[in-house]
C-alpha cells in the first residue's frame, strides 16, 4: 500500500480534534449506568470503607496498565479492534471481532435501560410512579409477566426506545469529532455539575450521615476475603470500559504524537472519582430512605435496575424536593448512558468501515438500524426487563472478562507484543512503560481476572442465575456468549479489502514514521 494511500485512510476514519476532547469521550464512555447503580453496591457487601484499598490497588495494577494495553494497541496499529489486533498478529483478528461483538449486545440491551431513564426523567416531574415504585416499574411500565419470552409489546417503552435510537443515529452519523467529539464535550461537564447538584441534595437529607457511614465504616476483616478482592478487580474492569475495543477504536483517533499514558491516568482516576461521588450521594439517599422507613441501612441497599427505579423513586417520595432530586438523578443516568452507549456503538461502526471501506453515513446505517430493530423487538416487550438481565450478567462475565484474560495473554505470551507497544507509549508518554506494566498485563491482571471468571463461573453453575429456566439461560446466556466469541473467528476470515494494510504500526514498516 502507498503511503498516500495510508495517509488518506488515516484522514477517511477521523480523529479527535485534541487530546482534551478524547478524554472527555473516553471518560464519557467509561462513566456509566454502573457507575452510579453498582459501585456503591459493591463496596458496601465488600467491607465499607475498607473495600477502597483493594479497589486502589485493582485500579493501578490491573485497571490503568490494561488501559495503557488497549491505548497502545490502537494508537500504534491505527485501527479498529480487528484492524489493530490484525495488525499486531494476523490470527488475533478474531479477538477483535469477538469484542466487536460484545458491544453490539450490550448496544441492543443498553439502549434499553436509557429509554427507561428517559421516562423517569419525565415521571420524576409528578412522582407518577404513585406509593409503589415497584408495581409501577414492572407492571405499568414494563408490564413484566413471568420469566420467558414473548412478543407482547409495550407501546410506551416502543415510542421511548425508538426515539433513542434515532438520537444515536443522527449523533453516530455526524462521525468523530462532529458527533462523538462534540457530544463529549457538551454532555460530560454538565453530567458533572448536574451529579455535584444530587450529591449535595442528597448530603442535605435527613438521615445522610448514616447512610455515609454504613457506606464507609470499614470492615477491616474483609480483606483477608479473596472474593472481595476479586470483586475489586471485577468492578475496576466493568467501570473503565477497557477490554472490549472501545479504548481501541477511540486511541485510533488520537494524534500520534498524543501523550497516551498521562491520559490514561487522568481517564482512570476521573472515572474512580466519579464513582466514589456516586457512592456519597446513593448512601446519602438511602441513609435518608432508612430513617424515613425506620429500617437500618442494610435493608434498603439495593443495585441495578432495583436501585435506580425501585429504590430512588421511593425516596423521591419522601425527600424535600424530592421531583428535583429525581430529575437530577435520572437526568445523570440519561447522559452517562448515552456517552456511553455512543462509545460501544463506535466499536462496530469502526470495524465494519475498515473491514469493507464504508462512508460513515453508510456504516452507521448499516449499523444502527439492525441493532437498534433487533433492541425494539427484545426490549420494547413484556419479556424485555428479564432478557436484559440475563444477557448483561452473561456477556459481561463471560464476554468481556474472558476475552480481555485472552486478549493479554495473546498479546503478551503468543505474539510478545508488549516490549514493541511499550517502546511505542514511552516515545511521547510522560510516564514511561517497563518491566512492572509487562508483568502486571503478561502475569497479575490476567491471574486476578481468571479468578474473577472461576468463582463467577462457579456461581452459575451451582446455582442457575437468578433462577431463570434453564433454556433462557442456555440460549440468552451461554449460547450468546458462546456464539459471540465463536462468530468473532468466523467473521476474521472474510478477507480485507485489497489496499488495507496491514502491517501498519508494526516495528518493521517503513512507513510509520511518514505516518506519524
Known amino acids: 500500500m502507498s503511503t498516500d494511500t495510508a495517509l488518506?485512510?488515516?484522514?477517511?476514519?477521523?480523529?479527535f480534534p485534541s487530546r482534551n476532547v478524547f478524554i472527555l469521550a473516553a471518560i464519557g464512555s467509561a462513566v456509566g449506568l454502573g457507575n452510579i447503580w453498582r459501585f456503591p453496591y459493591v463496596a458496601y457487601k465488600n467491607g465499607g470503607g475498607a473495600f477502597i484499598l483493594p479497589y486502589l490497588v485493582a485500579?493501578?495494577?490491573?485497571?490503568?496498565a490494561f488501559l495503557w494495553l488497549d491505548y497502545s494497541m490502537g494508537h500504534k496499529y491505527r485501527g479498529s479492534a480487528p484492524l489493530?489486533?490484525?495488525?499486531a498478529g494476523r490470527r488475533a483478528e478474531g479477538l477483535g471481532w469477538w469484542q466487536v461483538g460484545i458491544c453490539f449486545i450490550i448496544a441492543i440491551y443498553?439502549?434499553?435501560?436509557?429509554?427507561?431513564?428517559?421516562?423517569?426523567?419525565?415521571?420524576?416531574?409528578?412522582?407518577?410512579?404513585?406509593?409503589?415504585?415497584?408495581?409501577?416499574?414492572?407492571?405499568?411500565?414494563?408490564?413484566?409477566?413471568?420469566?420467558?419470552?414473548?412478543?407482547?409489546?409495550?407501546?410506551?417503552?416502543?415510542?421511548?426506545?425508538?426515539i433513542v435510537w434515532v438520537v444515536i443515529a443522527v449523533i453516530m452519523s455526524m462521525g468523530v469529532q462532529k458527533g462523538i467529539g462534540a457530544t463529549s464535550v457538551i454532555f460530560i461537564p454538565l453530567l458533572i455539575v448536574v451529579f455535584l447538584t444530587l450529591v449535595v441534595q442528597a448530603l442535605l437529607l435527613p438521615g445522610a450521615a448514616e447512610g455515609l457511614n454504613a457506606l464507609f465504616t470499614p470492615k477491616w476483616s474483609a480483606l483477608a476475603d479473596a472474593s472481595v478482592w476479586a470483586a475489586a478487580f471485577g468492578q475496576i474492569f466493568f467501570s473503565?470500559?477497557?477490554?472490549?475495543?472501545?479504548?481501541?477504536?477511540?486511541?485510533?483517533?488520537?494524534?500520534?504524537?498524543?501523550?497516551?499514558?498521562?491520559?490514561?491516568?487522568?481517564?482512570?482516576?476521573?472515572?474512580s472519582g466519579f464513582e466514589l461521588l456516586a457512592g456519597i450521594g446513593v448512601f446519602a439517599a438511602l441513609g435518608f430512605m432508612a430513617q424515613a422507613s425506620g429500617t437500618p441501612v442494610d435493608e434498603v441497599v439495593s443495585s441495578g435496575?432495583?436501585?435506580?427505579f425501585v429504590a430512588f423513586p421511593a425516596i423521591i417520595n419522601e425527600a424535600p424536593a424530592g421531583s428535583l432530586l429525581g430529575v437530577l438523578f435520572f437526568a445523570s443516568l440519561v447522559m452517562a448512558g448515552l456517552t456511553s452507549l455512543?462509545?460501544?456503538?463506535?466499536?462496530?461502526?469502526s470495524a465494519v468501515r475498515d473491514k469493507f471501506e464504508m462512508k460513515r453515513l453508510t456504516a452507521t446505517l448499516s449499523v444502527v438500524v439492525p441493532t437498534g430493530v433487533i433492541s425494539l423487538v427484545l426490549f420494547s416487550t413484556t419479556s424485555g426487563v428479564f432478557v436484559l438481565d440475563i444477557m448483561d450478567h452473561f456477556v459481561n462475565r463471560f464476554g468481556i472478562l474472558l476475552v480481555a484474560v485472552i486478549s493479554m495473554i495473546v498479546l503478551s505470551w503468543g505474539l510478545s507484543k508488549l516490549p514493541t507497544l511499550a517502546d511505542h507509549m514511552n516515545k511521547t508518554g510522560a510516564i514511561k512503560l517497563g518491566r512492572v506494566w509487562r508483568i502486571m498485563i503478561s502475569i497479575v491482571a490476567?491471574?486476578?481476572?481468571?479468578?474473577?471468571?472461576v468463582l463467577e463461573f462457579i456461581a452459575v453453575v451451582k446455582e442457575p442465575y437468578e433462577g431463570y429456566p434453564g433454556w433462557m439461560l442456555g440460549i440468552l446466556g451461554w449460547g450468546m456468549a458462546a456464539a459471540i466469541a465463536i462468530g468473532g473467528f468466523v467473521v476474521a476470515r472474510v478477507p480485507w479489502r485489497p489496499d488495507t494494510s496491514l502491517t501498519i504500526g508494526s516495528e518493521d514498516d517503513e512507513k510509520e514514521e511518514v505516518l506519524s
Not at 455512543?342 to 461502526?349: D, F, G, M, P
Open 8 to 15: 488518506s485512510q488515516e484522514h477517511h476514519r477521523g480523529a
Open 59 to 64: 485500579l493501578l495494577v490491573a485497571g490503568i
Open 84 to 87: 489493530s489486533f490484525a495488525r
Open 110 to 162: 443498553y439502549a434499553a435501560v436509557l429509554a427507561w431513564a428517559g421516562k423517569y426523567t419525565i415521571y420524576s416531574f409528578t412522582k407518577a410512579w404513585g406509593p409503589e415504585p415497584g408495581d409501577f416499574l414492572f407492571g405499568t411500565v414494563l408490564k413484566a409477566g413471568d420469566p420467558g419470552v414473548t412478543m407482547d409489546f409495550v407501546p410506551g417503552i416502543v415510542v421511548a426506545l425508538a
Open 240 to 271: 473503565l470500559s477497557i477490554g472490549f475495543g472501545i479504548m481501541i477504536t477511540y486511541a485510533s483517533y488520537v494524534g500520534k504524537r498524543t501523550d497516551m499514558t498521562s491520559s490514561g491516568l487522568v481517564v482512570g482516576f476521573a472515572n
Open 305 to 308: 435496575l432495583g436501585l435506580a
Open 342 to 349: 455512543i462509545s460501544v456503538l463506535e466499536v462496530v461502526i
Open 446 to 453: 490476567p491471574a486476578a481476572l481468571s479468578y474473577v471468571l
